[in-house]
């Protein structure tokens, strides 16, 4: 229920901060070149540490896949060898 909460919470956060960024936008109205070439640095700069983090996130999620992947492989390699080995065993046993 908490996760839900701040889920909700982090969703609205965004709504909100993009519509009053788009309402500061449209009240100053860009008139100073200058400074619109500073905001697209900004805007641009922002984007590429966003990007850095999502790759960082997808490679941390593809290394645990590859080894969630080899312990599988792994205990099906164990389980192999068990049912291999069970064949040595008397009948009684095997069974």
Do not use: C, H
Not at 20 to 39: C, E, F, H, N, S
Not at 59 to 72: E, T, Y
């Amino acid at each position: 229920m908490n996760e839900l909460l701040i889920v909700a919470g982090l969703l609205l956060g965004g709504v909100v901060a993009s519509e009053l960024g788009y309402r500061i936008g449209i009240a100053v109205k860009r008139t100073d070149d200058a400074l619109g070439k500073q905001l697209d640095v900004i805007r641009a700069s922002t984007l590429a540490l966003v990007a850095f983090l999502v790759a960082f996130a997808f490679s941390g999620a593809a290394g645990r896949f590859v080894d969630r992947l080899d312990m599988i492989v792994s205990e099906a390699n164990a389980l192999g060898t068990a049912w291999l080995r069970a064949d040595v065993l008397p009948e009684p046993q095997r069974a």
